[in-house]
C-alpha cells in the first residue's frame, strides 16, 4: 500500500516584493510530497533530476519518509529550472525562466516496489506522461488525482481530455474549469467537468479557497486570511499532497472525508505560503498543523440549527 | 423598539447578458428594508422620493410590514436615477446614467415615532448625511452599520473618517477596504480600519463570500455558488439588510450572532441575484429561506474535531 506522488523535482528562482532567493528546490512532486508526508508514512516519489541535484536535498526527502528509489537522476544533465517573479499583489507573476532540461524527455520509471500504489497524485505534466503512468501501474489505484494547467489545453487538449477519462479527482483553479468547459458559471462549469472522467472536481481560487463539487454536492472551504503571503510558489502543489495524505491515511473514499482532506490540504497550504520555498513545510510539528486546522475551523464555523 | 434603515430608494434601469428591464423600483434602503423584514416587523425607511414614484411601489413596501413615515415624497421634483450596465463576467459594469434629482439636497427627518430606534442600518450615501442621521436621533442607537463605497474616500475622505468614529460595524469590500486603509493584505487593513471607530468590519467579497473581523477573530462565510447569477444589483444592500433584521431579530451582540447574521444576511443576497431587481425577494416563504440556510450549512461545514 502506497501513494505514489508524479511530478517535477526543480530549481526554481523567485522574486517576491518580500526578496528574491537563488535556485531553490522544489517543483510539484517535492511541494506535495513533503505535505502529504505529515500524514502518511508510504509516500513514493517519480520524477526525474539532473546531476547538479544534491544528494543532500533527496536526502531531506527520504528524512521524511519519502521514497526517491523513482526519482531518475540523470549524470551529465540539468534539472529542469523555473524563476519567476510575483507581482505585487502576489495573486499573478511573470515566468522570466522556463528550462526544461531533463524534463524534455522524461520517461517516468515506476519501480516494482511502487507496484503496490493505492493512492496517485499525477502533478501537473503533459497529459501523456500522467496517462503513461496509469498504464505502467499493474492494478488500477483506488483513488487518482489530476492537477493540470491551462498550458496543456491550449496545445494538448485532446490528450487531456483522453487521460481525464482515467481519473478520480482533478484540482484545477476557477479559470482553467471555466477553459475546460467554456462556462463562466463555476456551477456549470462543474457540471460538464464532473461528465469528462472525474468523479470529484477540487476548483482552487487561492485567496478565496476552494470548491469541491461531486454529484449535486458542493463543499466551499475558505484560504485562511494572512497578514503577509510571503510567496505562494508551490501553494498549490502542497494543497494537493496535504489533500491526498490525508486520504491515504483515512483509507476511505467519501464525500465526507474529500472535505476534511480539503481543509487539511488548506492548512498545509497556509503554512507554505508564510515562507519562501518549502521553508515552512520542511518542518512543521505536529502541533502546529493541529492549531492551524483549530482556526480554519474557527474561521467557518457558525451556529445556526436549521 | 426599531430598526432605522437609511438609504436610497430609487429607479433602476439594468442591463445584463439575460436582458434589460425599464426603470424598476431599486435602491439601497428598498433592497435592505426588504431583505430585514424577513427577520424582524419593526422596519423603519428613511429616504426621499420624486412625486413619479408610485404609490403601489410604497404600498409594497408597507404590505411588508416596512414603515415609510421617514420617506419624503417631493413634489415636483423627480426620484434618483441610475442605469448600469453589467459586464459579461458580472463581476463588473458601467453606469450609464446617474441622475441624483431629489438626493441632490437630501435633508433626512427622522419623524418623532422613530426615535425608539435600537438598530440603524446607515446604506451608502454621503458621509456627512449618514452622520446627520445619528446626530438627529436622540438616544444612541445599540448597533450601528455603516455601508459606503469607494467613490466617499476619493472625494469625502475627512467626512467618512468622522464618521466612522460613530458606529459599530462598517461594511464594504475588498478593494474598499484596501482603499480606506493603504493596505493589501486583508488582515492588515482589517486591523488598521478597526481603529477608525467600528469595532466589527465586514468585508464582501461577491462570488467570494464575506469576511468578518472583530478583535483578532476571523470568520469566513462563502456565496452561494450559482449555476446563473441573473443580476447583481443590490445584493449587498439586501446582505446588510438580512444581517442588521436578524440581529435585530435575535437582539443580543455578540461575535457568534454576528456570524449568524452574516450567513443569513448572505443567504437572502443569494436569493437577490436570481431575478431582476427586488423580484426575488419580494416573495419569499419562510420554507425557502430555511432552504437556503442549509444549503449554506451544507456548503461550509465539514467534520473534523481537533
Redesign the interface.
Known sequence: MSLIIIGTVAFDAIETPFGKTDKIVGGAATYASLAASYFYNKVKIVGVVGDDFHKEDINTLNQHGIDTEGLQIKEGEKSFFWSGKYH??MNSRDTLITELNVLADFDPIIPESYQDCEYLMLGNLTPQIQQTVIKRLKNRPKLIVLDTMNFWMDVAMDDLLETLKLVDVLTINDEEARQLSGE?????AA?KILTMGPKYLIIK?GE??A?LFHED??????AL?????FDPTGAGDTFAGGFIGYLAKVGTINF?NM??A???GSALASFCVEKFGTEKILNLTEEEV?AR??E?????????E?
Open positions: 505585487n499583489d463562466y458559471s463555476l456551477v456549470k457540471k481560487k478565496h479557497g470548491l454536492k458542493i463543499f466551499s472551504t475558505p486570511p494572512l497578514a503577509e503571503v465526507t472535505k476534511n480539503i481543509v487539511y493541529t486546522i483549530k480554519f475551523i474557527n474561521l467557518s464555523s457558525f451556529s445556526i436549521a
